[in-house]
């Protein structure tokens, strides 16, 4: 069912979501928030796939956004992330994180599920987020395994990064303090100060497994919770994107905030054409008052 534009938003109630998906809504207990890129938009944080804007538009994510490409070209896939970082440093949570945020206050349990790495929803206060594809902000050791074990090595894992060391000893004296102040900044790329390891942002590329630890809670909270409420998200990347369909499957109330429809809307229980931003304060305010 398509709701309605976003200048009907604050009048919720009568128009998208009537009455028995209200009242399902209020007494949910445990609510998951499964965001995508679209909730950053208004914080100034371009998406991926909107046609002109995203940045999958100006570049080919395969040549910054895949393990190979950084074995290919370390330094020019660390300098596409220090740009987008320097976007997101600017940015700042917007109406919609800081609504889902404060709704931690209404209901007994709220999960954020998110495939964003741009930190907003900590910021804006959320405290149990999950982030399916990582934080821009952390940095992990670079695992080059075909390198690694082309040669029959057995190489030792670092004590202090965890990857893989590429020197035969680690360096026992380099602490967490030497690799906790390294950044996600300009220069050249940083490597881990006992092992050489190269260092990149802990996120997930294209290709890349996904932390089955963070994967699994959120398959968990999709399957337990009352209410799924996906915003932003074009839910054209998996595991991600098969979330909000477990969800309906465990017959949760699912609802969509997005301009645009997505496969989501025809399924969802409301889909709500609007943004983040006006939607989510209006929502949780008829919803929570
Ligand atoms: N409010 C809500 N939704 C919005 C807004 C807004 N202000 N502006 C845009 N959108 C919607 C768009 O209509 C689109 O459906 O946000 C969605 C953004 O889609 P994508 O750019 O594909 O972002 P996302 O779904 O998060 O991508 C998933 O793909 O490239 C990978 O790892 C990357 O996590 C990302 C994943």
């Known amino acids: 069912m398509d709701g309605q534009s976003n200048h009907q938003a604050v009048n919720l109630r009568s128009n998208v979501l009537g009455p028995p998906l209200f009242q ?14 679209g909730i950053s938009a208004e914080s100034g944080i371009p998406t991926f796939r909107e046609r002109f804007t995203g940045l999958w538009a100006k570049t080919d994510p395969q040549e910054v956004a895949t393990p190979e490409a950084f074995r290919a070209d370390p330094q020019r896939v660390w300098d596409w992330h220090v740009h987008l970082a ?19 206050d209404a209901v007994e349990r709220i999960t954020v599920i998110t495939q964003n790495i741009d930190d907003l929803h900590h910021a804006a206060g959320s405290r149990d ?8 902000f952390r940095l992990a050791p670079f695992v080059d395994e075909e390198a690694l074990f082309a040669e029959g090595r057995n190489p030792l894992i670092c004590h202090l990064c965890g990857g893989y060391a590429l020197r035969d000893d680690c360096d026992p004296y380099a602490g967490r303090e030497d690799l906790e102040g390294l950044r996600l900044e300009a220069g050249p790329v940083p490597r881990c100060p006992a092992c050489g390891a190269l260092l990149r942002p802990d996120i997930v590329w294209f290709g890349e497994p996904l932390d089955p630890h963070v994967l699994g809670a959120a398959f968990e909270a999709a399957d337990a919770c009352d209410a799924l409420i996906c915003v932003g998200s074009s839910l054209e990347v998996e595991p991600a994107a098969s979330i909000p369909y477990r969800a309906i ?3 949760a109330v699912v609802i969509e905030i997005n301009p645009e429809p997505t496969a989501l809307s025809q399924q969802a229980d409301a889909a709500i054409r609007g943004s983040a931003a006006e939607v989510l304060p209006a929502l949780f305010q008829e919803v929570w008052g």
């Open 24 to 37: 399902r809504l209020h007494r949910a207990r445990h609510i998951a928030v499964f965001t995508g890129a």
């Open 249 to 251: 499957r465990r017959g």
């Open 129 to 136: 987020v999950l982030e399916l594809h990582g934080n821009l």
């Open 86 to 104: 320097a976007t997101v440093r600017r940015a700042a949570p917007n109406a919609g994180h800081r609504a889902i945020a404060r709704l931690q």
